[in-house]
């Protein structure tokens, strides 16, 4: 009885810890995600702003 505890003990700390660990991943990814989509849009409109300036 007493290990059966244990053991559910550590399976719900490991849940836990996969629980916060998937979601700062999750947060990490879509992170990442927008600043590549930030950074994207600032290169095109550089472009856009460099093709403008050679259009000239």
Known sequence: MFGIA???KLFRTAKT???KFLVSNLFMISALTLI???TTKIG???YKKQIGLLSL
């Open 17 to 19: 810890f996969l629980k």
């Open 6 to 8: 244990k053991v559910e």
């Open 44 to 46: 095109e409109l550089f």
């Open 36 to 38: 590549k989509k930030v």
